[in-house]
Each structure stands twice: as C-alpha cells, then as structure tokens.
DNA sequence: GTCTATAGCTCGATAGAC
DNA sequence: GTCTATCGAGCTATAGAC
C-alpha cells in the first residue's frame, strides 16, 4: 500500500504540484482508505517529500545515461538537450519550484535542489572536457554554460505551456543546438547544419 | 479602491500565484472592506485576469524599451540579456505557468501568452535583422534562438529559486551571452571577451 | 459602495473502533 | 493496518442591512 500511495502521490505532484496534492485525492487515486495515509506517513509533506525523493534518482539516472557515457563531450551535450520532452507536462521537479510551501520547506525543496546539482555538475563537467579537447571556445565558461543550457530546457517547458504549444521546448532546445554548435570549433562537428 | 485591489492583487500573485490569492488577502493587502471586492469585480478570476493585464502590460512595455531601440540588433538582444532581474522572485507572469487554474482559465492564460508572443516576436525580428546584416552565423534560425533566450530567461529563474541562489540566473544569462558572442561574426562583436 | 454574517465546501489531521 | 467520523480552519461567494 505504501507503493501505492507514493505512486499516487509522484501523479498527483506532476499533474498539479504539492499545494494541489491533497491527501484525499492521494487516497482516492491510490484506491487506500482513509486511515492507511497516516498510518504510512505522518504528514502529507511527509508522503511528498518521499515521493519526490524518487523522482529525483528517476531523473538524475536518466541524466547520468546520456551524460555521464564516453561518446565525445558535446555529442552528449546534444544527446541530452534531445532527450524527448512533454513540454505540456512540465518538468516533474522544476514545476514546483514556483510554489511558496515548497520553497519554503528544505524537506521538499532539496529533492529539487539535489537534482538540478546533480544535472549542472554532469553539465559542467562534460563541458569543461569539451573545452580541453579544445572543441569549444574559450571565452565560454563551463559552469555558465551548464547553468544557461539547465535554464533553458526549465523555460522551455514554461514556454510551451504559457502558450499551450508543445512545439515551444523543442524549439527551445533546437535554437540551443544552433548555439553550442556556433560556439564549438568546426573539428567536433560531427552533424549537418 | 479599486485601483487598491488590483495592486494587492498584483503583489500577491507575484508572490503566491493565483491559486493562493485568496479574496481575503487580497482584501486585508488593500485595507479594502469584505463587500468592496465583489462589488467591482464579479469572481476572484475576473479580478486576477484583471491585473494580469497591467502586469502584461508592464513587462511588454520594459521589453519594448530595450529590443525596440536602433542600437545595433544584437546590442539590444544583449541589452535585455543584461536586464536586472531578481532570480528569487521569480519571473510575475512566468511564475504562473504552472498554475492548473490559470492554463485551464483562457482569460487567465491570455495575459501570459500575450507577453511571450511579443517577447518572442520582437526578439525574432531583431535577430533576422541580425542575420540580414550578416552579423550572425546562418545555421541559426531565429525564431529558434529567441524561443531559446526567453526559455533561457524563465528557466533562469526557475534555477534561482530551486537553488535558493539568486545568482544562478546571471549565471544563466551570462552563459547566453558566450554563446551568442560565439555565434556573431567578429564584426558585431564590440565588447570584450 | 461598504458593512456584517454566513453559506457550502475542501483542506490537513486526529480519534477511536475493529 | 484499515475503517468511519469528525475537528477547526480557510476557501469562494452571496445575502441583506446601512
């Protein structure tokens, strides 16, 4: 039941974020009855913060696959900023990041801050290995690189659901490709333009 | 008044979002008394939707200012990279993208639609007129590029505020800044690296 | 135009039986 | 571990006096 609830509950967060997850609703879509939330958790931040620590490792693992491989640096650059998107469905931990309770707990916010540490430390990394391969140019500083390319994808899915247009993310992401490859030198292009 | 309880309404969506601005904090924020916000406007929405359009109206108006000029193209594209910001606050339209409430309100929704579309229009232009004086590479569409600065931009603040660190955002930006540097012809380039 | 009072609802959480 | 019942609070909105 405890599965059930968690599972419940990483739905709920995604679909409308933690001030819209009530514990009534958590029942109702987990099929438990009333008394097994509190039995399994003592508050409903409690039941978030659990559920969101496992979305955490979902995402970061799938950001350590594209980026942590041994393909050549920006090529894993680009394989992440192409990871398939649902720009209407938002970002399952950067859509909170917008909401006052979970800002304000470090119990919920961490799972946000865990993960987007993580992704920037990937980003970064790969990037200052590009630069010492010498196919990036130099006047580019790694970490701010990582932290406009994370930025990007965030907004990305800001964009396509303020304009209710699922094209806006990958947009986002194809004027980002245009970008990286204007500021790698003409050695590592490896792909058309 | 009722100019009163759209400015309170205007600082606690910036704050909150529509979902938390409830009618009576709207009505505590003003100083207004209980019957005075449903007499001028019908429902919390009517009153929300109307604020959004001053706050649309504000922001487009600060965009105009800066891509609207006759500086060089790509100097006011930098302009509005450069645009003070406070990353923990969060972008006043942005913010709300997320809000079940307000994408499922079309006359909620219009308001943050509104903005991105003369945002991005008025970024495309400036970066055909770019591309048109052979300032920037041709690989880059820009109707691309200026989904990916707005994106940038709004992903930015989400990074701010997932980290409680006001700096990510410049860091987001300045990370722009390189690769829009990387992407222009030598010719456009008067700043230093 | 603004007041007080309150409707009907959902919220997060608890009590106590089984 | 799960059940039913319910608490006190805040929510959006309405009623009716002044």
Redesign the interface.
Known sequence: MRTELLDAAKALLW???Y??MSPRKVLERSGAGQGSLYHHFPTKRALAAAALVEVERELVESAERVLGGDAPPLDRVRAWLALERNGLK?CR????????EV?GSDEL?SA??GY??RVLALLTATLSEAKERNEL?A???P??????????????Y??S????NEK??S??????M??????AHSSSRSRS?
Chains 1, 2 share one sequence.
Do not use: H, K
């Open positions: 679909e409308g974020g001030e819209r938002g931990l950067g859509r909170l990041a917008n909401e006052v800002l916010r946000l801050a987007f540490n140019r006047s580019a500083a970490a701010d690189l990582a932290a406009a390319l994370v930025a990007l994808v965030q907004g990305g800001v964009l659901r303020a304009l209710a806006l993310i947009r986002a992401t194809r004027g980002a245009s970008l990286l490859d204007a500021a333009d």
